[in-house]
């Protein structure tokens, strides 16, 4: 009580000193009952979002805010627009304040400090120079993420069905051949290519038994339920530390202009080893955004939303789902797919269900702008039979239709979209 009394009183006579008037807001953040110490980023890296400094003016900050990256109001907890609409006032885990000054005009202000470059960027830098149409995404650095893991672990992961004899369906290992085709169009088209995992091997070091101690003190309810708490460390595994560990690859040493995360959809099959099969076959693609109350209320989350934020990654994740969107619908000819009931963890950005923001681990955690692909149903009668009939070359007679594989139409559709976005 005394360190947040110290921080309270430190911010309150800086501010006052400087005659700011912001005192109300910073009573509401640091009075707010909801907000607890926690663990999470420590001030260092809070005091990062200072970068951001002259970058956003508050109408921008606003919609973005109420537009894109939350699904309510709860974000206002731990934010606050300082009293004379000049600072965003941010409250840290550790009930610190750290604040943002707006750009007072759209012209002007200072580019913000991020790794990745933005379509614009990619395109000047190209001015005088003699065009390649052969290679129009030379000098783009693009990071490839097969969803999932696959091989052995893709039990663990519950991305694993089989019916009968048939070849079983692997998420992982379709997204990682999928990958590998897609950077080999990419490369032919000059971009630098990089995947975040070569094999069905973790990114991440740690394994689900590394996570016992962790998961015992949280959920002490579940010692005694020997299945519910293995799951509950695979899960810590396979969604919370790899998916963490690909973002340092990402963020730390790829650095990117971009990355595209590669996943298959599918409804609930039951049984992995009596999976039912569907009449549906659709895609969407995500963005970054549509965070929710408990969501805003975790430090970490909190962090990483506010460098998408202010980095202005969702200008570009969103005009490049809009020309990658038509590229997908003219060789699959699938419809949108639609959020049903009130689950309030998305935001729709487009009047045909094909983009929607959603605050996916990856999409807030890899800082560049990020496409998340959600094609096809994999226990979709349809596309089952696509998945059966594997790789191959050309096309082949598939429901009636010729079509080539289904992991080179996925590759095709994603090159489309993303040379038509930085194609001048």
């Known amino acids: 009580m005394k360190s947040c009394l110290f921080v309270f009183i430190f911010i309150f006579s800086s501010l006052a000193a400087n005659n700011l008037g912001h005192w109300l807001p910073l009573v509401n953040l640091l009075t707010n009952k909801e ?34 990256f939350s699904t309510d109001e709860s974000w206002k907890k731990y934010l ?70 696959g091989g052995v672990w893709a ?36 971009a630098e290519v990089f995947l975040t995992r070569e094999t069905a091997t973790p990114v991440t070091s740690l394994r689900p038994e590394d996570f016992l101690m962790e998961v015992a003190e949280r959920f002490p309810d579940l010692e005694n339920q020997g299945n519910r708490f293995q799951r509950k460390m695979e899960f810590w595994f396979y969604r919370k530390a790899e998916i963490k560990d690909r973002g340092v690859l990402i963020n730390q040493t790829i650095k990117p202009d971009l990355t595209v995360c590669l996943h298959y959809n599918a409804s609930a099959w039951g049984n992995p080893k009596r999976p039912v099969l569907v009449n549906k076959s659709h895609f969407h693609l995500l963005i970054t955004g549509a965070a929710m109350p408990k969501e805003w209320g975790d430090g970490e989350q909190r962090l990483a939303l506010l460098h998408k934020l202010f980095q202005r990654a969702h200008k570009e994740e969103l005009q490049l789902a809009k020309v990658t969107v038509p590229a997908f619908t003219k060789r699959t000819r699938l419809s949108g ?35 998340f692909c959600e094609p ?23 429901n009636g239709e010729l079509r080539p594989s289904i992991y080179e139409e996925y590759a095709a559709a994603v090159t489309e979209g993303i040379e038509r976005h930085f194609t001048p």
């Open 155 to 190: 039990k663990t992961e519950a991305r694993w069905f089989q019916i009968n004899d048939e070849k079983p369906v692997t998420e992982g290992d379709m997204t990682l051949l999928t990958a590998k085709k897609l950077r080999g169009k990419l490369e032919a088209l000059g």
């Open 35 to 68: 907000a607890r110490p926690q663990a999470g980023p420590s001030e260092g890296e809070w005091a990062e979002l200072s970068r951001y400094n002259q970058t956003l003016t508050l109408a921008e900050f606003e919609h973005l805010i109420e537009k894109v």
């Open 80 to 149: 606050k627009i300082s009293e004379d609409k000049k600072q965003l006032l941010v409250l840290t885990n550790n009930l610190g304040v750290v604040a943002i000054d707006f750009l007072e005009t759209e012209r002007g202000g200072t580019a913000p400090a991020r790794y990745w470059r933005s379509k614009d960027t990619v395109v000047e830098s190209k001015v005088g120079e003699q065009p390649n149409a052969k290679q129009p995404l030379s000098g783009l650095r693009i990071a490839i993420d097969p969803g999932h893991i």
């Open 337 to 371: 797919y639609v959020y049903r009931g009130a689950l309030g963890n998305v935001n729709a950005m487009d009047r045909n269900a094909f983009i929607w923001a959603r605050n996916l681990a990856a999409l807030r955690m890899y800082q560049c702008p990020v496409l």
């Open 376 to 398: 096809y149903v994999m226990n979709g009668k349809a596309d089952y039979v696509h998945i059966q009939a594997g790789d191959y070359t050309g096309k082949r007679l598939i």
